[in-house]
């Protein structure tokens, strides 16, 4: 690449383009966000297997009660005889007990949300993809940007160079009378025209600068050309277009989606099913009344319920989830034509973009013999002040062209990149470790309790 060829020779230290999508990739905020998005979603699956364990309460009791009882009953009570007691006083009634309930059956409403929360996860998971693939084009575009606008600026402030000279010798023609005042006054014009020019390019690699901190994540410095990914590339737009709707993020997580929604069927449809639990309870107490100073119990039941009619809602519910697992598929098959339209138009920009670099060096090659030719010809009175100062802004223009168009070469090859569902630190090979998502899963899959998360919160 000669993006840079403007803007003279790259330091020895510079700063390349895959370290800067390395620090992208490890310390955009609004990627650390979705990161932590993905480990939350984790903890869906955790909820769903607790379905599969007992749960056990303790309950215990404690106060202070008064009783005044008159029975008509009693020892030696008989048919003929009735035996008046009396009791009364005060106790502190206390108990402590536990129930365990395991369910045994609730219509594979357990098994079927685990399964849900792990497509909700691998979902997630490549929502955290399509971000990370944003993040790093978002890089590799402002990297490029600022490349871009570096060498506007240069390519502006030597014309302004170049314009100042000429207004000089056209002033010391003048002098000698070879030049009319038109001449001059061409000149300046052309002079304070390549001065806006080079103003509003310096704006522009201001805001460029701006933005790369702001995506980057620190101020750009002695940056180092940057060049294509075309070896990562498919060899075809055919086979690109093939691993788009294989590969792409958008793609997998919308199947993803239809696995949830497919499930979120089967677990309404089981609410219709009967319900099988065991719970198991003892319970020690004591003063429970004035004559029962100390009783304990324990009881082990199996209980099935069967719902017959609630209302109606349950039916509605599933009506409801498979209208939107309808939904779900057609959304599927919108993000498989939408990801074949940016394959196919990612592919042809790419090809465009080869094309426009040959013709912006040849343009180049061509404007400066042209500009050379002019200025000969001007010495000679062939050519006038206005062809000189047009052929040296067809060199201008043709300089901005060629450095545009190495822009848009590089980004092109980093969209197709994207698009098919490659654009990964692992594809790129970035020095740095990838994120691991199922490191935090495998954390808490299976934990049966705890509040701290697995880095310590």
Do not use: C
Request: charged share 20%; aromatic share 6%.
């Amino acid at each position: 690449m000669v993006l840079m060829a403007f803007a003279g020779p790259a330091p020895a230290l510079a700063d390349t383009i895959e370290a800067a999508l390395v620090r992208a990739y490890r310390n955009n905020p609004q990627l650390n966000a979705q990161r932590a998005l993905v480990r939350s979603t984790d903890e869906n699956v955790a909820q769903a297997l607790s379905g599969y364990r007992p749960k056990a309460a303790l309950t215990a009791s404690g106060g202070f009660q008064y009783a005044d009882v008159a029975a008509t009953s009693g020892p030696g009570a008989s048919a003929t005889r009735l035996i008046r007691s009396d009791v009364h006083g005060t106790d502190a009634p206390r108990s402590v007990g536990v129930t365990v309930t395991e369910t045994l059956f609730n219509g594979n409403q357990t098994a079927n949300k685990t399964r849900a929360a792990e497509s909700q996860v691998s979902g997630a998971r490549e929502a955290l993809r399509v971000l990370e693939e944003t993040v790093l084009l978002n890089a590799a575009t402002i990297y490029m940007d600022f490349l871009r606008d570096a060498a506007i600026v240069e390519v502006q402030r030597s014309n302004v160079l170049v314009l100042e000279q000429t207004l000089k010798q056209t002033r010391d023609r003048f002098s000698v009378g070879t030049v009319t005042p038109t001449d001059v006054a061409q000149a300046e014009a052309q002079l304070a025209a390549g001065k806006t020019q080079q103003l509003t390019a310096e704006s522009n690699l201001v805001t460029t600068r701006s933005n790369f901190r702001r995506i980057i994540g620190d101020d750009p410095s002695n940056l180092a050309p940057g060049s294509p990914v075309d070896r990562f590339l498919p060899k075809s737009p055919g086979s690109a277009v093939e691993l788009g709707l294989t590969e792409n993020p958008n793609v997998t997580a919308a199947m993803y989606g239809i696995d949830v929604n497919y499930l979120q069927v089967k677990i309404n449809e089981g609410a219709l099913l009967p319900t099988v639990s065991l719970q198991a309870a003892v319970q020690q107490s004591y003063e429970q009344t004035l004559t029962t100073f100390r009783s304990f119990g324990a009881a082990a039941v199996a209980q099935v319920s069967a719902p017959i009619y609630q209302g109606g809602a349950e039916y509605a519910l599933i009506r409801q989830s498979k209208e939107t697992l309808a939904q779900q598929r057609l959304n599927l098959e919108t993000t498989r034509d939408q990801t074949r339209a940016n394959v196919v138009t990612a592919w042809g920009q790419l090809v465009a973009g080869k094309a426009e670099v040959v013709s912006a060096q040849s343009q180049v090659t061509a404007s400066e013999i042209a500009l050379t030719g002019v200025r000969r010809e001007a010495t000679v009175g062939q050519r006038t002040t206005l062809d000189v100062l047009n052929a040296q802004q067809a060199l201008v223009n043709a300089r901005i062209a060629l450095v545009t168009a190495q822009h848009d070469r590089v980004v092109a090859s980093y969209a197709v990149l994207g698009a098919v569902g490659r654009l990964s630190p692992q594809v790129l090979k970035l020095p740095t470790t990838a994120y691991d998502p199922s490191v935090h899963y495998q954390q808490v899959r299976d934990s049966w309790s705890g509040v701290q998360t697995p880095d310590g919160r």
